[in-house]
């Protein structure tokens, strides 16, 4: 019954998928958002709550891994809201098995909405291409990655470490 | 489904825990809020946050990046360098000839020693500001200040705005607040580049920045923009190449003439940079 198991896994998926980054090749058009897959499994799996919290952690982790963000704690709620959101998907999730990656695409698309309202606002340099292509990379490892991540919350569910 | 086979304790128990995690949350968004207040308010009071960070996950991010082969590494750094000493000397003879023939004074870029570092981390591309900066190996027990140059053997990287023990955060050109006077042309004319979208101008495609000439100068498409420096070489020393005109804005009644210019440095492909360590002249 301890959730210990589950909130360690979830740390270092995080951490991974924050450091991550750094492994991907240079060059590529977009840069995959991977901490709001481990966010939208989390999320999918447990609701909003559970998915508010993990996209709190996963946020505070992209502001502080170097370069991390600025300022301090907004990308922290930018991805909680986004946890919320894809957290309430989660009683559509027997329509259908697309039902999580379209409900991970639009957590990525929340996130990467307010960017792209801060920078319209005047804060930040962002182009709106990049907002998509970082979307449409997401979306791509979204295919692959969230499957995976889903069936890690589903083991820790059964095994009541989560 | 399995909502209805619960029993009623276990139910009561779950309920009991959704409660806790959603004050829980609402406690720990709030604790957010505060940190971003006190972080827009007073950057400085953050900043030991940030250093216990990077001083954690620099080294593991540059392990991860140092998994390619050591030998091309090697020779990446050797053949950088000796095009960034080729770019020093040609800028070296440039402001040596003008300063034959104008007798004008310009400290070039050339005679400062150059430490190589490499990129081991970047900006998210979520982050809900959109900032570009980057993470290098080299920090402040390798000589790294706030607002020293950073150049690669293409051109201008970026300065600075953070240093940490073993790393340092460096913001690139075109990312916001980033303002480089700059020469332009044949002329030598001055002005400005800017990462920011301009009101008024036509839009720019993702990496493109924008030249406002001072003055009345033409700006003809293909000249080459070099930095301007700064008074003791802070943030910007002089004569670094920055990028090249590619396009001229029609006028529109803005006060100075603007143009498009694409950097010579590709933020994407950035692996391989070197800070200007100033105050040390090689002989």
């Not at chain 1, 991974?16 to 977009?30: E, I, N």
């Not at chain 2, 006077?181 to 301009?198: E, H, M, N, Q």
Request: hydrophobic share 50%.
């Amino acid at each position: 019954m301890s959730q210990v198991p589950g909130v360690m896994t979830r740390l270092l998926l995080l951490v991974a998928a924050v450091l991550a980054l750094t492994l991907l090749p240079a060059g590529m058009p977009g840069r995959p958002d991977l901490v709001v897959l481990v966010v939208a499994a989390a999320a999918l799996t447990h609701g909003p709550v559970t998915g508010g919290l993990v996209g709190l952690a996963g946020g505070w982790l992209v502001d502080l891994v170097p370069p991390g963000g600025e300022p301090l704690g907004a990308g922290a709620l930018s991805y909680a809201l986004a946890g919320v959101l894809m957290g309430t998907a989660r009683r559509w999730m027997p329509w259908s098995p697309l039902v999580p990656w379209v409900a991970a695409v639009a957590g990525a698309g929340a996130v990467q909405a307010v960017r792209g309202l801060t920078a319209a606002a005047g804060v930040g340099v962002t182009h709106p291409s990049d907002l998509l292509w970082s979307l449409a990379a997401t979306a791509l490892f979204a295919l692959l990655l969230l499957p995976l991540l889903i069936g890690v919350e589903r083991f820790l569910q059964s095994r009541r470490w989560a | 489904m399995g909502e209805r086979r619960r029993t009623p304790r276990v139910a009561a128990r779950g309920r009991a825990a959704d409660r806790r995690g959603r004050l829980l949350l609402s406690i720990l968004v709030a604790l957010t809020v505060l940190v971003m207040l006190a972080d827009l308010a007073r950057p400085n009071l953050t900043d030991p946050v940030r250093r216990v960070s990077a001083t954690v996950f620099a080294p593991v991010q540059s392990a991860m990046t140092g998994w390619t082969d050591d030998r091309l590494t090697e020779l990446t750094r050797e053949r950088n360098a000796l095009d960034a000493r080729v770019k020093e000397l040609e800028a070296e003879a440039r402001t040596t000839e003008q300063l034959s023939q104008l007798e004008r004074a310009a400290a070039g870029w050339g005679g400062h020693r150059l430490l190589p570092a490499r990129v081991v981390g970047f900006s998210s591309a979520s982050t809900p500001v959109g900032v570009q900066t980057v993470t290098i190996d080299a920090g402040e027990r390798d000589g790294a200040r706030e607002n020293q140059t950073v150049i690669s053997s293409d051109g201008l990287v970026g300065r600075i705005i953070r240093t940490a023990p073993a790393s340092s955060d460096v913001v690139l050109l075109g990312g916001s607040d980033v303002v480089v006077g700059v020469r332009f042309g044949a002329a030598g004319a001055l002005g400005s580049v800017d990462g920011r979208p301009a009101p008024g101008l036509p839009p720019r495609a993702s990496g493109e920045l924008t030249l406002t000439a001072l003055g009345d100068s033409e700006i003809a498409v293909g000249d080459t923009v070099t930095t301007l420096g700064s008074p003791d070489s802070i943030p910007y020393v002089a004569a670094i190449p920055l990028g090249t005109v590619t396009s001229v804005d029609p006028d529109r009644g803005q006060l100075g003439r603007t143009a498009v210019v694409r950097p010579f440095v590709d933020h994407d492909t950035l692996d391989m940079v070197a800070l200007v360590l100033l105050g040390n002249e090689v002989g």
